[in-house]
């Protein structure tokens, strides 16, 4: 079976990541960050079909 892992996780590390970086709309890696989070957030069960996808293909072997 392959190494499957939540979409949750990797989200709440998107959110680690960006609350890292002090809000700054004018810092583009703080806009990539929160507009890539926000987006996933509401895409979750697309993201989940993906990471489904790629965890099949081995994708995640060497997390965990």
Excluded at 29 to 50: I, N
Aim: net charge negative.
């Amino acid at each position: 079976m392959p190494n499957t892992i939540r979409a949750e996780k990797l989200l709440a590390e998107l959110n680690r990541l960006r609350q890292d970086l002090d809000k700054d709309p004018a810092d583009i890696e703080w806009v990539t960050l929160h507009h890539v989070f926000c987006f996933v957030s509401y895409k979750t069960a697309d993201f989940q079909k993906y990471l489904d996808e790629e965890a099949a293909k081995g994708a995640f072997e060497a997390l965990e």
